[in-house]
């Protein structure tokens, strides 16, 4: 695992220097401090800051091909490497090191139009095909590398991160319609950032830019539609079985690895089936991790030790308390590089500290299996909606909803009725591909009043969800209403928060990478493939994982609740430390100062969190959001985080020379 930066002049006349390619690789140190390298030709130049994991000693990049004709930098893994490697040896191609980085570059060698179908794994790269004078630039199918790149003064400059091409020279701007849709889909949604004029690219996609032309972005994979209903799996046998296959599959594929791979223990149904199939294929002792919290609220320390027990790992636990959140806070923003709505990120980012902590460089963790088979609320309350718009004038549908949140209002009369109309706006419509999303969005956008004059009338004609809808809108088409959700999920959630958010950026802030078994992308097929009742049985959800796992976890994991990860958030604001830090930031003088938020407003919110007053979830997450959006505006005024002055160039050293010979 890695960081990855480059620089492609079009100008001429501003060909990339050495210096500013090493601030580039610098700037994201935490992502691969084990070596670094750069690479320049002409127009192009590459960084790298390289995580060794495979090939320790042979996998240093750039790396490039027998001839140098073809240069990579590279982050992440290609799991099936080495079944692709005697494919492309019986068809010619010469290996020097063990690297699946040299793996990638023979795929592109050989299939240049397909190349990245082939792939099985998580990635962000940069091809720089010299003979073409063609940079291509890609992204795995689920978003779980990020890759960002921008247009500056004639040049494109492209990173892992936004803070390199900050570090490049790059203007740092808060971008309003970014800032908007975190506050209404809790993250900016691929191309569309948080930082003014820099683009994410989506996941599933590349990017070629070649000399002469406009950069041309294209999909080569996205989340499959479902088929007919005659066509779906719907025998359960049948579809236990091809999971179960596939998910060891998949585990095996991910302990490939030339350093210890270790396992997040949650003590959830999700993260207990992937620790108890690495169990089950290899006999490895396996060390497992997991947060705790001071605050018994949010604890589930009870859960995870009884699945420690039961799998016999040697687990290692970090408790984190309010404290601890507010004094990390600053760096989980700085990290993440967009505003959050909850503090959820911050212990993640804690726990990677702690497995780096124990000499350990790669953990197996669970996201995922929520999208593919059903696992969140919004499915249920979709699938409720939707049955209660058949019969609008019922009132046992509404009751549904009570039981989905048994903490939800029932005794008042008026903050029941508050609720049945929260979710009842929108039930006739389920032809509208944001059916299932419309309340959360139209909560959030409840949270645009307390936004600046200047940053309203900038989004006076957006509307955020039309502009996610729109960008969506070919991948929306011709789903049920159940499928549409999970699309949204997938696209937007997953990609844009936890693989970023509370995943690469909190796993990497430590050095360490992140592997996710239930995102093989065979696995995500085959859930689009499994009939609706085969995940979502009634209300229980991800009823098939549950089925084909049956043998091997505790039958309490079985049936336990699903109970959704949080952390404190206003609590751990209240006092001491993470008082003075929002009293800071939301003094009247850095709100006008940042100019994104309306002083008034926040002050009167700040008010009722300090004096301990209850907020309800909208106000809770703008709160946060508040918070952290500051922290970026702060962050950014203050220009790079690390500058040429510096670094020491002998750090960064450039490649090319005698490495391109093929050692026979």
Not at 100 to 112: F, G, N, R
Not at 315 to 336: G, P
Request: charged fraction near 30%; hydrophobic fraction near 40%.
């Amino acid at each position: 695992m890695c960081g990855i930066a480059g620089i492609l002049d079009r100008t001429g006349s501003k060909e990339p220097r050495h210096e500013e390619l090493a601030v580039m690789a610098a700037a994201i140190r935490h992502r691969g401090p084990d070596e670094f390298g750069v690479y320049r030709d002409g127009e192009l130049g590459f960084s790298h800051a390289r995580l060794s994991i495979i090939d320790l000693s042979g996998g240093s990049q750039p790396m490039c091909n027998e001839d140098g004709s073809v240069w990579l930098t590279y982050n992440g893994e290609i799991y099936n490497y080495l079944e692709l490697r005697p494919e492309l040896e019986s068809l010619g191609h010469r290996f020097r090191t063990r690297s699946d980085t040299e793996v990638l570059i023979h795929a592109y060698e050989q299939w240049p139009e397909s190349f990245a179908e082939k792939l099985n794994g998580n990635f962000a790269f940069g091809i720089w095909d010299r003979t073409k004078r063609r940079l291509v630039l890609g992204r795995d199918r689920l978003g779980i590398r990020p890759l960002f790149w921008a247009f500056h003064e004639g040049r494109i400059l492209f990173a892992s991160e936004m803070k390199c091409l900050v570090a490049a020279g790059y203007p740092a701007r808060v971008d309003a319609l970014g800032l908007d849709q975190a506050f209404v889909a809790w993250t900016s949604v691929a191309p569309r950032t948080v930082l003014e004029g820099v683009r994410e690219l989506p996941p599933g996609h590349l990017l070629q830019i070649d000399a002469g032309r406009e950069p041309r972005e294209e999909a080569y994979w996205d989340l499959p539609a479902p088929p007919a209903p005659g066509e779906m799996i719907c025998d359960e046998r049948e579809a236990a079985r091809d999971l179960r296959s596939l998910l060891e599959d998949s585990v095996k594929l991910r302990l490939r690895a030339d350093v210890t791979v270790g396992a997040y223990l949650s003590g959830g149904l999700d993260s207990t089936i992937a620790t108890a199939l690495v169990r089950s294929v290899t006999d490895t002792p396996l060390e497992t991790y997991s947060i705790a919290f001071g605050d018994k609220d949010f604890d589930e320390s009870a859960e995870q030790d009884a699945a420690v027990r039961a799998l016999g790992t040697e687990h290692h636990k970090i408790v984190v308390s309010y404290d601890d959140i507010a004094r990390a806070f600053a760096e989980v923003v700085a990290l993440a590089e967009k505003p959050l709505m909850r503090t959820a990120p911050v212990p993640l980012f804690l726990l990677s500290g702690l497995v780096r902590s124990q000499g350990r460089k790669v953990v197996l963790t669970g996201e995922g299996a929520d999208e593919i088979f059903g696992g969140y609320d919004i499915f249920k309350e979709a699938k409720i909606r939707a049955w209660w718009g058949r019969r609008p004038e019922s009132r046992m549908r509404p009751a549904l909803l009570r039981k989905l949140y048994p903490f939800a209002p029932g005794a008042d009369r008026r903050a029941a009725a508050f609720f049945e109309a929260f979710y009842r706006e929108g039930i006739e419509n389920q032809d509208d591909p944001g059916f299932s999303h419309r309340p959360t969005w139209k909560n959030g956008l409840r949270n645009r009043g307390f936004f600046s004059e200047e940053i309203k009338a900038r989004l006076r004609d957006h509307d955020t969800p039309s502009w996610i809808l729109e960008r969506l809108a070919s991948g929306l088409s011709g789903r049920s209403v159940l499928a549409r959700a999970e699309y949204l999920e997938t696209k937007v959630f997953l990609a844009g928060h936890l693989l970023a958010s509370q995943g690469d950026r909190m796993s990497l802030g430590h050095s360490v990478e992140g592997r996710y078994p239930f995102l093989d992308h065979r696995i995500v097929e085959l859930g689009q493939r499994l009939a609706p009742w085969l995940k979502l049985r009634g209300l229980s959800e991800k009823w098939i994982l549950r089925e084909a796992h049956r043998d091997l976890i505790p039958e309490d994991v079985l049936t336990r609740p699903k109970r959704p990860y949080i952390a404190p958030n206003v609590r751990s604001f209240r006092e001491g430390f993470g008082r003075e830090l929002a009293e800071d930031l939301l003094a009247e003088g850095s709100i006008e100062g940042a100019g994104l938020f309306d002083p008034p407003r926040v002050r009167r919110l700040a008010q009722k969190v300090f004096s301990d007053q209850r907020l309800g979830e909208r106000e809770t997450m703008a709160f946060v959001g508040i918070l952290s959006a500051q922290l970026l505006a702060r962050r950014w005024a203050m220009g790079p985080s690390v500058r040429e002055s510096d670094i020491d160039l002998a750090e960064f050293p450039l490649r090319g020379g005698d490495e391109i010979l093929v050692r026979e």
